[in-house]
């Protein structure tokens, strides 16, 4: 973990975000390692995907540095078992290509895990391409556990990929309080960050006889606000 962190913002996304995910989400495509899809995504597929969320009450979120998009991440309840399965959410994560990693995957999951319950969903599944290391290694260090393998299902011309489904009970109160405390390291991160940027901007000050009064770090907000199926591109 950095000592700060970038000035981040995580939001629902909007229709003018989808140019910038759909680019995000062809960045996957072409690994052939990290996404199941063979051929890119068209701006109507992901308009569609965001017409969907809102249809049904799933949050689409994005990530941003300024007006540069990092990163989305969408949850929905699963494909399979209909509404028998209506609380088990199904979470895609992609982050872009310049961001991979950053940390900002990590980031991204530590905002979902607040809204996930409020959403309905006593249950988060991640279905990851097993040589997808990046996203593997995203999942353990949050502590999800492996539920179960399906084996070559992926085929990618003459290579196969194996799907790992990954998963964790959102009501589990030991995963809660890892999550819990996990927020809270980087919200310190973020408090630090914002206390340096300050600093910074005050050096920056052109020298004059007056001596205004530094502003009181306390009111500086935190650099980063509160807040088919693959868990893709971790960074």
């Not at 340096?196 to 009111?219: F, G």
């Amino acid at each position: 973990m950095k000592p700060t962190l970038p000035s981040l913002t995580w939001r629902l996304a909007r229709q003018d975000d989808v140019p910038a995910l759909t680019q995000i989400y062809n960045e996957s495509v072409g690994g052939g390692g990290y996404s199941p899809a063979l051929s890119d995504a068209s701006e109507n597929g992901l308009a569609h995907l965001l017409k969907e969320g809102r249809t049904n009450g799933w949050p689409l979120w994005v990530l941003t540095h300024g007006e540069e998009r990092v990163g989305w991440a969408y949850l929905r309840r699963i494909a399979w078992g209909g509404s028998a399965c209506g609380t088990v959410g199904d979470l895609w994560l992609y982050v872009a290509r310049a961001w991979h990693g950053s940390g900002v995957a990590m980031q991204m999951l530590r905002r979902v895990h607040p809204s996930v319950l409020r959403y309905g969903f006593d249950t988060i599944t991640c279905w990851i391409l097993g040589g997808n290391r990046r996203s593997l290694s995203l999942v353990r260090a949050c502590r999800l556990q492996r539920w179960g393998v399906l084996p070559g299902i992926v085929r990618y011309g003459d290579r196969c990929n194996d799907l790992e489904i990954w998963g964790v009970r959102t009501d589990d109160p030991q995963w809660q309080n890892y999550m819990n405390r996990l927020d809270q390291r980087y919200r310190r991160l973020e408090a630090r960050g914002a206390a340096a940027l300050t600093t910074q901007d005050v050096a920056a000050m052109p020298d004059t006889d007056v001596c205004a009064p530094l502003p009181d770090p306390a009111a500086v907000p935190a650099a980063c606000p509160p807040s088919a199926s693959s868990l893709a591109q971790a960074a």
